[in-house]
């Protein structure tokens, strides 16, 4: 079912290039969007975003007459709403969808509930949407994962896959410490962030041409390589699957979610006693994973793309 084009106003980045890579996934998905429906576009102001603050902007739109569609917002988090400004003062009923609601953005996400005028809100965590009903009983808050644009990525042949071991993003210390010299004694090749908070690849092509080219993707989810930031919430994020459409094998710790949402367990549970041998024997029986790496592969195809979401989320809206 697609929304007519005065049904709804998408907030969407004008320059993603300009931005940090992470921002790259916000753009995955309102590119998304736009392939299966007509929004009107409202391009991002980088300028009033940083120039009005929060409490300068619940002022803003309280002056503003709200007279236009609802508007969509995509985030990666509540101190990135801004990107809204100043079009969602200008309408009522917007809708706001967050990739990270940790519980420690719990009361800025209260706060920006009003300031944004937004009475639909779409998180990524089942566990976060439940506490933030909670919270906010007097708007619609509903659980929808993350998705992935699986129409980008590319898979090299897998003889033709010379990565061994990918980590992307924030790393697991413990698990990296005990294999890094056995990787090199080994000659596994293993990429990773060399430099805490350094990007490994600096372009979307890069990013998904370093994932297509390897063989395992280690991941972790925030509640273990940043637990005091996660507060014990455990989610999918893209990387699960953004590894998987482009044919890589998981190994870390699945989330209980990821294993609902697929109905089985699509990775390689990690074996912290010896993580290095653990890689070294996956590798060298690695086409016995090949049916696994394929399976998980079909599933997010069929059913975990953004296309997918997009259409539980117009159920939604339609149905508030």
């Known amino acids: 079912m697609i929304l007519d084009n005065m049904d709804l106003r998408l907030i969407k980045i004008k320059n993603v ?26 391009y991002e102001s980088v300028y009033l975003r940083k120039l009005i603050k929060p409490s300068v902007a619940l002022i803003i739109n309280k002056l503003c007459l709200k007279n236009r569609a609802p508007a969509f917002c995509i985030s990666m ?6 990107r809204g400004i100043p079009h969602m003062f200008f309408s009522s009923g917007n809708i706001l969808y967050l990739f990270d609601a940790w519980p420690e953005t719990y009361n800025s996400i209260k706060k920006i509930i009003k300031a944004f005028n937004i009475d639909l809100l779409l998180v990524s965590s089942a566990e976060s949407a439940e506490k933030l009903r909670d919270i906010l009983p007097d708007i619609v808050v509903e659980y929808c994962p993350e998705g992935c644009r699986t129409g980008i990525y590319r898979a090299a042949e897998y003889k033709e896959k010379d990565i061994d071991v990918i980590q992307i993003g924030r790393k697991y210390d413990l698990w990296h410490n005990k294999v ?45 390589t940043h637990p005091y930031q996660s507060g014990g919430v455990t989610t999918m994020t893209q990387r699960y699957l953004q590894s998987v459409a ?7 710790v699945i989330p209980d979610e990821m294993k609902k949402l697929f109905g089985y367990d699509p990775g390689v549970a990690v074996d912290m006693r010896d993580p290095a041998g653990q890689i070294m024997d996956i590798l060298y029986n690695f086409n016995d994973y090949i049916p696994l790496i394929e399976k998980n592969f079909t599933e997010c195809i069929n059913h975990h793309g953004w296309d997918k979401r997009w259409s539980k989320i117009l159920e939604i809206i339609q149905n508030r």
Request: aromatic share 8%; with cysteine; glycine share 6%.
């Open 77 to 82: 988090g509540a101190s990135v709403v801004s």
């Open 246 to 252: 482009s044919k890589c094998l998981i190994l870390g």
């Open 17 to 42: 290039a300009a931005h940090h890579v992470s921002m790259a996934d916000v753009d995955d998905f309102e590119s998304s969007i736009l392939e299966l429906s007509s929004p009107e576009i409202c």
């Open 180 to 224: 890094l010299d056995k990787f090199h004694q080994n000659s596994v090749s293993y990429i990773y962030e060399k430099v805490k908070g350094e990007v490994i690849f600096q372009n979307r092509n890069d990013f998904i041409n370093g994932l297509g080219r390897s063989r395992i993707s280690v991941c972790f989810p925030k509640s273990l």
